[in-house]
């Protein structure tokens, strides 16, 4: 079965521009979570949906991010605009149903803002 | 709120050494605790995991040990290989649900 797939790997802008990153998640699984992880650092969650809902948005930074899940599959991420500080890997995971379950996580995409 | 500790931050060992990496926790609530690989530039990836009502889980070279009472679990890697180096992650689901990563282990293995 094919992992969770996210594009692009990696993303240079300029600060104040906008990004967005695209995830796909295992197919079949209803949960899907997009998580930040700083250099040296565990990643730290900043979404989670459950199908098309997102159930924990409590880390997301509300006035430069967004993100949907408009059909329950795919999900994207957008920042508008960019800050120096959100330089970082982007991971997105997906689990089969519920929080209990295993998280299976994509490559990333690592962002670079200039 | 729920906090992970983990240590080492880094650590060497020779190839066919042992290496344990140990993590705490405050959140007495927390019922399933993951460890993550994750090579460099790679996606984290679950080697094994443990849920509460154990307090001992193998797989081949690698074991997780859990202490509820005290609070922590351990990873063990036996016979460590030169593929073994990595950074490895211990997590712990809280009571909401939510995965919280500990801040990593940079763990290399000399041959």
């Known amino acids: 079965e094919a992992g969770v797939v996210q594009s692009p790997r990696y993303k240079i802008i300029e600060k104040k521009q906008p990004v967005a990153f695209w995830c796909n998640p295992i197919s079949g699984h209803n949960t899907l979570y997009w998580y930040l992880q700083n250099l040296g650092q565990g990643p730290e969650l900043l979404i989670r949906y459950e199908n098309e809902e997102a159930v924990d948005d409590s880390q997301l930074p509300k006035d430069r991010f967004s993100a949907e899940r408009l059909k329950g599959v795919d999900s994207t991420l957008k920042i508008q605009p960019a800050e120096l500080g959100d330089s970082a890997v982007y991971l997105c995971?997906?689990?089969?149903?519920?929080?209990?379950?295993?998280?299976?996580f994509g490559a990333g995409t690592r962002l670079s803002v200039l | 709120g729920e906090n992970v500790e983990q240590h080492p931050s880094t650590l060497s060992v020779q190839e066919g050494d042992s290496a344990v990496i140990k993590c705490t926790y405050s959140d007495s609530a927390s019922n399933y605790f993951p460890w993550y690989k994750q090579e460099l530039g790679k996606r984290p990836q679950l080697i094994i995991d443990i849920r509460s009502n154990v307090g001992e889980k193998k797989d081949q070279r690698i074991a997780v040990t859990l202490n509820k009472t005290a609070k922590h679990f351990s990873l063990h890697i036996t016979e460590t290989q030169p593929e073994d180096s990595a950074v490895y992650f211990c997590a712990l689901r809280n009571q909401g649900g939510k995965l919280i990563f500990g801040q990593g282990t940079e763990l290399s293995v000399k041959p």
């Open positions: 995971a997906s689990s089969r149903g519920g929080q209990g379950d295993i998280q299976y």
